[in-house]
């Protein structure tokens, strides 16, 4: 079946580095690749998505891109601020019947001042 | 627009209790569902909701039931409460309108209802 693979966590950075999470994927057919981002206390929320592959989802200055020949959708900012420590969910949606969504494990990400 | 809501927030509920999770939506979307977060783990999904009328299991079903009467509403019934169900619960919800394969619409979340069971 489907599944997702996300880099353990937590991952500590300074404000203004650079953030890299990793996410791999196993499934069949043509996926749709997505991060959701949760905040602590609350749901889930889209962060950006891509429903084909070489498509590169991008907001608030995050970015992903859907790599077929290496089945990876890795999440990256140029300069992370406080406000962006959460938790980061890769998921990814069947092409076919149900469409919901299989998720990755997280990855915390917790950025320092 | 509310967008998706869920009641309540939290719950503590005796091993053998029963209760019920609600869910509304009020952006028209047809597809609906039922996932929980255990902790240091991603969601799993329970039930899901293609319209009214229709559901169907997903992953973890077994303890859990549901319904869809309405396109609004999808609730989650708990009977005999076991603390392997205690976890954190989340509603979603989208709009598929068919056509190509690998075209799929954005979930949207409510807050979650954390439950626990003594």
């Known amino acids: 079946g489907d599944s997702v693979t996300q880099m353990e966590g937590p991952v500590t950075l300074s404000e203004e580095a650079f953030l890299t999470i990793n996410c791999t994927y196993t499934?069949?057919?043509?996926?749709?690749l997505f991060w959701y981002v949760q905040y602590p206390g609350e749901g889930l929320q889209l962060l950006l998505k891509a429903t084909k592959a070489d498509d590169k989802g991008s907001n608030k200055g995050f970015e992903a891109t859907y790599r077929k020949e290496t089945t990876s959708f890795h999440l990256e900012k140029g300069s992370v601020q406080v406000s962006d420590s959460a938790v980061y969910f890769c998921?990814?949606?069947?092409?076919?019947?149900?469409?919901?969504?299989?998720f990755g494990s997280g990855t915390r990400l917790q950025v320092q001042p | 627009n509310a967008g998706v809501t869920q009641t309540p927030k939290f719950r503590i509920l005796k091993i053998g209790q029963s209760m019920t999770l609600q869910c509304t939506q009020d952006m028209n979307h047809n597809y609906m569902y039922w996932y929980r977060q255990d902790p240091g783990m991603g969601l799993k999904l329970i039930y899901y909701s293609v319209g009214a009328g229709i559901t169907d299991k997903g992953e973890v079903p077994n303890g859990y039931n549901v319904s869809r009467s309405t396109t609004e509403d999808f609730p989650l019934r708990l009977e005999l409460a076991a603390p392997s169900q205690t976890s954190v619960y989340f509603c979603a919800s989208s709009y598929s309108g068919g056509g190509l394969a690998g075209i799929t619409d954005t979930q949207y979340f409510g807050p979650g209802t954390r439950l626990t069971v003594l």
């Open positions: 499934a069949t057919g043509y996926p749709s």
């Open positions: 998921a990814l949606s069947g092409s076919t019947g149900r469409r919901a969504l299989t």
